[in-house]
Every structure is written in structure tokens, then in C-alpha cells.
Nanobody, 121 residues
């Protein structure tokens, strides 16, 4: 059974940094395109960063404009863990963060609990 356990959230002031982790079991993160998803209070969940499958020593990363230059997605293949380094945090980054395969739909079976990030001004 797939489990995606996310951790690392917390409360920060504007400009602070956090590093989120997503430890997977029951699936390999190395061979999957994986994404970090953000659900702001009262809004739909949306994918903010993704990293492609690891092929020939390379994996493509993509970001939405609002986090580009501030967030970095990475993966530890040996630990089967996905990371999201979040720098220069802004209040609009507040919400719950999840990891899931790229493009996962709301009815994806293994969303998990996510981790809460709160950024105050």
C-alpha cells in the first residue's frame, strides 16, 4: 500500500525558510514524476512544484511562477524521499502542503494528511 508521509511544516514569519519532506513507501519516487501541492485556506489544492522521473542522472523540475526562485524541489533516491526547500516565505504560502504524483486529481487515493505551513507578516 502506498503511503506518503509529509513533515516539516510550521509557523514562520515572512522571509523565513522551511524544508518539507515526503517519505514514500509502497512506491518508488525515483521512477515517478512527483509534485508538491499547496492548498490555501478555502481554496483548491494546486501543484506548485514538480520533479520528473530520474533518468540518466537527471530529473527536470518545474515551478509555478509564484514560487519560482524561492522554492526548490529535490529528491533523495536512496531514501525514497521528496523535499521542498521553501525560502523567502510569504503569507500567501500559508496552507497545507502535500506530495503526490504529478497531476494527481483530487480523488487520488493516497493524499495523506499533509503538513501545515503558516506564514505571518
Amino acid at each position: 500500500q502506498v503511503q506518503l508521509v509529509v513533515s516539516g511544516g510550521g509557523s514562520m514569519q515572512t522571509g523565513g525558510s522551511l524544508r518539507l519532506s515526503c517519505r514514500a513507501s509502497g512506491m518508488s519516487l525515483t521512477t515517478a514524476c512527483m509534485g508538491w501541492f499547496h492548498q490555501a485556506p478555502g481554496k483548491e489544492r494546486k501543484e506548485v512544484a514538480s520533479i520528473g522521473a530520474f533518468v540518466s542522472g537527471f530529473a527536470m523540475t518545474t515551478y509555478i511562477d509564484s514560487v519560482k526562485g524561492r522554492f526548490t524541489i529535490s529528491r533523495d533516491n536512496a531514501e525514497n524521499t521528496l523535499y521542498l526547500q521553501m525560502n523567502s516565505l510569504k503569507p500567501e504560502d500559508t496552507g497545507t502542503y502535500y506530495c503526490a504524483p504529478c497531476g494527481a486529481f483530487p480523488d487520488y487515493r493516497y493524499w495523506g494528511q499533509g503538513t501545515q505551513v503558516t506564514v505571518s507578516s
